[in-house]
């Protein structure tokens, strides 16, 4: 804001702490005799704010239905949905004068009533926005309102600190991905909801899946599972239930009494699962919870890691956390703690910019290792050919993989510390050289798994059935990237 950026967005994953962060800012603010707002789009938000802020000791109002407003304190915690009618719609109120907006969930603020609010009734004043994903539902950037990014730190370094707890994930089943990939609403960037939830509402088989495995894999856990419409989540409640694990559904047209109801036997462990559609993607705070069963498939990167950044926070007594995927989004998606190279431009992609950065490293890759000729002994670079004998290194070609296993599989083991992450690229060194793959592999794979470069490698290790297997995970990912309407057998 000093550089002049009246609209920054502020980056911060899932369990990162934005209420902390926005509190201390607004404290900061009021102390210095400025006023501020911080809009947010749910009840729950608005609640845990004024919390935070009442701790803080911080003189705020609230501005939200069913509750008596101050117009006096000099910070206003406002429901965006309330201050939009009453102020902008209705007019039976007058908007507060501040010098700071601060938006939550800010990969929404290109919404109708974020973006009237900002530009037309606060033009001057400062905006933050905070949120673990800076993009749109399409994967696309939010430079229609901010002129910066700031990026906080990564799910790896919250891990290791010990704010996070890391994350195990299985993959036991999934849906007919041909299916899905024919309602794809292109303009969204994501399936169509109607068509999707009656797909998955007719599918006991997905249904059952989802019970079996949580028996078999998080049944000394606490759940949330993300089910595809409120019938799906309804049905799947009602399935947990005739198991013998108490399960409750929760929804947008849930009575507030009741969802308060079913929140306190969560908390207390009286309910193990709780189903829900939509409702507990954003602004829901249990750390007690351990698992999250992904019911829902999704193409959304912010989606995907809205839902799986649920169950994150460490609690006591709190190891860590499994992601049961039952929709395909981590191999669609990847890992939640992978980095990602997020950016407020909104002319491509981040799946696209991911694509083309691989490209760019791979290319450098090649321009930059040296080669040395098996028919002459030329070393040489930045060329395929010897300039010395015209000879070329052969392109080697993987054996491609047209099954992916049905058996539960654990696909990714808690994070690795650095020594562990320099034997696995040791040991992918050894793979490349005994199975004669094309130069670089170990450096691809190694950033493809880890997302940072690879470090000076010791030796060229021994290479093992784990090495084995990511190549085949590789393989897998890069087939379905360029035919993603293809169906593995027994997928």
Not at 45 to 54: F, Y
Not at 109 to 114: I, V
Not at 321 to 349: C, K, M, N, Y
Not at 449 to 454: A, D, S
Request: glycine residues 6%; aromatic residues 8%; neutral net charge.
């Amino acid at each position: 804001m000093k550089n002049g950026n009246r609209r920054v967005l502020l980056q911060l994953p899932t369990g990162g702490g934005k209420t902390l962060v926005a509190s201390e800012i607004l404290k900061q603010t009021s102390d210095n005799g400025y006023t501020s707002i911080f809009l947010a789009d749910r009840r729950k938000l608005i609640d845990q704010t004024g919390e935070k802020l009442g701790s803080y000791g911080v003189d705020h109002g609230i501005i939200m239905a069913g509750r008596e407003p101050d117009f006096h304190a000099p910070v206003q915690v406002a429901s965006i949905q309330t201050l939009y009618s009453r102020a902008i719609k209705r007019e039976v109120m007058k908007l507060p004068e501040v010098q700071l907006v601060v938006i939550d969930e800010a990969h929404k603020s290109l919404g109708t009533q974020y973006a009237e609010l900002v530009h037309e009734h606060y033009p001057d004043a400062f905006v933050l926005g905070l949120t673990a994903t800076p993009v749109r539902t399409d994967g696309r950037g939010l430079s229609e309102m901010y002129d910066d990014l700031v990026l906080g730190p990564s799910v790896n370094s919250l891990v290791d600190e010990g704010f996070l707890v890391p994350m195990r994930y299985y993959a036991p089943s999934k849906p007919d991905m041909a299916y899905l990939n024919s309602i794809l609403d292109k303009r969204k960037g994501d399936y169509n909801e109607a068509k999707l939830g009656k797909y998955m509402e007719q599918n006991d088989v997905l249904i059952g899946d989802v019970v079996d495995h949580y028996k078999r894999l998080a049944h000394d856990r606490q759940a949330v599972v993300f089910a595809s419409s409120v019938r799906h989540s309804m049905y799947l409640a009602e399935a947990f239930n005739k198991a013998g694990i108490p399960a409750e559904h929760i929804d947008g047209e849930t009575f507030h009494h009741e969802r308060q109801r079913i929140y306190e036997d969560v908390h207390s462990g009286k309910t193990r699962v709780l189903t829900n559609c939509a409702v507990l993607i954003e602004g829901w705070d249990e750390p007690q919870i351990s698992a999250a069963i992904l019911a829902r498939p999704t193409k959304s990167i912010s989606t995907f890691l809205q839902m799986a950044g649920r169950v994150l926070r460490p609690f006591p007594g709190k190891k860590d956390a499994i992601l049961i995927d039952h929709s395909g989004a981590v191999q669609e998606l990847g890992f939640v703690h992978e980095d990602r190279p997020w950016s407020l431009d909104a002319s491509e992609t981040i799946d696209e910019r991911e694509d083309r950065l691989s490209a760019q490293q791979d290319k450098e890759d090649e321009d930059n290792d040296r080669i040395t000729c098996e028919a002459c002994g030329t070393v040489y670079e930045g060329r395929r050919k010897c300039p010395e004998c015209g000879w070329e290194p052969p392109k080697k070609k993987p054996k491609p993989v047209d099954v992916l296993q049905a058996e539960l599989e654990e696909i990714l083991a808690v994070e690795q510390k650095k020594e562990e992450k320099l034997d696995w690229f040791e040991r992918a060194l050894g793979f490349e050289r005994i199975k004669r793959m094309e130069k670089g592999w170990a450096k691809k794979a190694y950033r493809l798994k880890f997302k940072e470069e690879p470090p000076k490698p010791r030796k060229v290790g021994i290479p093992d059935k784990e090495i084995e297997n990511w190549n085949t995970h590789m393989l897998i990912k890069e087939r379905y990237k360029r035919n993603p309407k293809r169906r593995f057998k027994n997928g």
